[in-house]
Nanobody, 128 residues
Framework: DVQLVESGGGLVQPGGSLRVSCLVS??????????FGWFRQAPGKEREGVAA???????SYAGSVKGRFTISQDNAKNTLYLEMTSLKPEDTAMYYC?????????????????????WGQGTQVTVS
């Protein structure tokens, strides 16, 4: 089984920065097969992909966050991060980490929520 637990959300002023984390619990051989991404959902809107990893460690970002957000992964700590800078009020949302078993995805396909098998409960980020 795979468990994802997000943390680090909060209230931040426009222009500020915040880092959210996701602790991953899974068997070692399962971890090596997983690829991770971050999604967000604002009230009244669909859940959208923000950033994700490819099989070779390459990254994909939504156009709205490119250059401001950075996804990273610490395998020794089984933790996924999303570093967010130059935050805007429109970044306000519940942020979710997710894991997929499909490795061979490229570009925007990595940001398709239907490709992900496991989800965390989310952490709220409010920019105001």
């Amino acid at each position: 089984d795979v468990q994802l637990v997000e943390s680090g959300g909060g209230l931040v002023q426009p222009g500020g920065s915040l880092r959210v984390s996701c602790l991953v619990s899974a068997l070692t051989n399962t971890m090596s097969e997983l690829r991770f991404g971050w999604f967000r959902q604002a009230p009244g809107k669909e859940r959208e992909g923000v950033a994700a990893f490819g099989r070779d460690g390459s990254t994909s970002y939504a156009g709205s966050v490119k250059g401001r957000f950075t996804i990273s992964q610490d395998n020794a700590k089984n933790t996924l991060y999303l570093e967010m800078t130059s935050l805007k009020p429109e970044d306000t949302a519940m942020y979710y980490c997710a894991a997929r078993t499909t490795s061979y995805l490229y570009g925007s396909a990595r940001l398709n929520r239907s490709m992900y098998n496991y989800w965390g409960q989310g952490t709220q980020v409010t920019v105001s």
